[in-house]
């Protein structure tokens, strides 16, 4: 009994080394800044870079509330911590094949043999009881670090499932924020509507009154019309649109449709959004990109499963142990003289299916290849996501400023055109071409500046820097 576990004991000593590629973190190529930063500020400028809860740097109350809400209840953010959940489930499964695995067994028969099989023994004599207890135990002595190996791949998967919690984290605020600005955005537009049709049936009453006093005609009424009911036309899509936001803003906290309807429909103005934004260091910013992140775990579980792949070209030592008893009666149990006990080490290697474990290999090989690749590819995104939203978030701004000032002056043109045709320096289509332009600027201030502030989110999401574990972990990944 001694020299298989001497022998054991020496496997186990020897256990140290793992065969397979050891993980290098790969180092991504990143310019030193991004190209579209300098447009948004310039070196000397303290600006406040991404910041953890940046949706309460709004001032909104409302806003705060349904991020807090759909960051505790969100449907697809559950998904995610249960795939969490189960990454670590079978983290722990992994780890317990270092351990001995033991066992206990028992079991009692009766046996009667038959006059063939024991020809001459009475009747009585040919039945046979037999009772066993027992303790098993039986250990992989991992000699080529093949449990270490598939310990560390399922550390890595874990890893990565934590991070792709984290992005959709980002990804489900951000949709959030955006939601509500896109609401808040077509409610202004609604009011911007309603408003220049309210104006305009003030106009068609001018006219008509001219009509009735023998100073208008009917070709004037019916232009006034015209263009009362095709801004009345754009209603009720705002409408729908307003309605499709609140459903959506709704189920994104877990809730029916309708549930927040009554806290939404009352018009809010658009948030004053921060001067400037310093996107930092593109290297950076892809040290915290969590789907960068996951990313990388996920080509060092590729790794890994390279050495699990490996380790079967060498034999398997196994340690194996029964220590119990065995009696003919269930009074003679656990007696000295019914003692039993084994200790084995067993080689497995099958040499012979080398094919096999090479195809294997090779295929583990490929797969770490393919994750190589979508980590480089996840770098690229990365850049080209922040850079896409510098960029747009630039333009936004430009083209809001441009856009205010239109909707100011035509607003003023249309006034000015009403008090000409009042005094009768101007006739109606001045008048009707003056409130078109009126409703077509502010519709478009409007939406530009749904725009500008949805860029804002867009660039937050893109630097995706310090964001919170609202969503609660019911186990953390141990270890790197």
Known sequence: MIRPLVLGLAAALLSACAVGPDYVRPTPAAPDHFVQQPALVSADDATPRADA????????????????????????????????????????????DRYPTVTASAQASESRAS??????????????????????ASWELDLFGRVRRGVEAQRAQAWASASDLDALQVSVVAEVVRGYFDLRGQQERLRVARGNADNQRETLRLVEARLDAGRGTEFDTARARAQLEATLARVPALEADVAVGMHRLAVLSGRTPDALIAELEAPRALPVLPAKLDAGIPGELLRRRPDVIAAEHRLHAATARIG????????????????????????????????????????????????????????????????????QQSVLLALEDTENALLRHGRARVEDAHLERAAADSARAAELARLRFEAGAADLFEVLDAERTRLQAQDAFAAARTRTATSVVALYKAMAGGWPQYQPRREAVAGR
């Open 53 to 96: 809860e940046f949706w309460r740097g709004f001032g909104d109350p409302l806003l705060e509330r349904l991020v807090d809400e759909t960051l505790v209840a969100n449907h697809d953010l559950r998904i995610a911590l249960a795939r969490l959940d189960q990454a670590n489930a079978l983290l722990r499964n992994a780890r317990i």
């Open 308 to 375: 699990v792949a490996t380790a079967d070209l060498f034999p398997r030592f196994t340690l194996g142990g029964l220590i119990g008893s065995q009696a003919i009666d269930s009074s003679a149990l656990f007696e000295r003289a019914s003692e039993t006990r084994l200790v084995a080490l067993g080689i497995d290697w099958s040499f012979l299916d080398i094919g096999r474990v090479r195809a294997r290999i090779a295929a583990a090989d490929a797969d770490a290849e393919g994750e190589l690749a979508r980590y």
């Open 115 to 136: 006059s063939d099989q024991a020809p001459g023994v009475a009747l009585g004599d040919r039945d046979v009881e037999s009772y066993s207890v027992g303790i098993n």
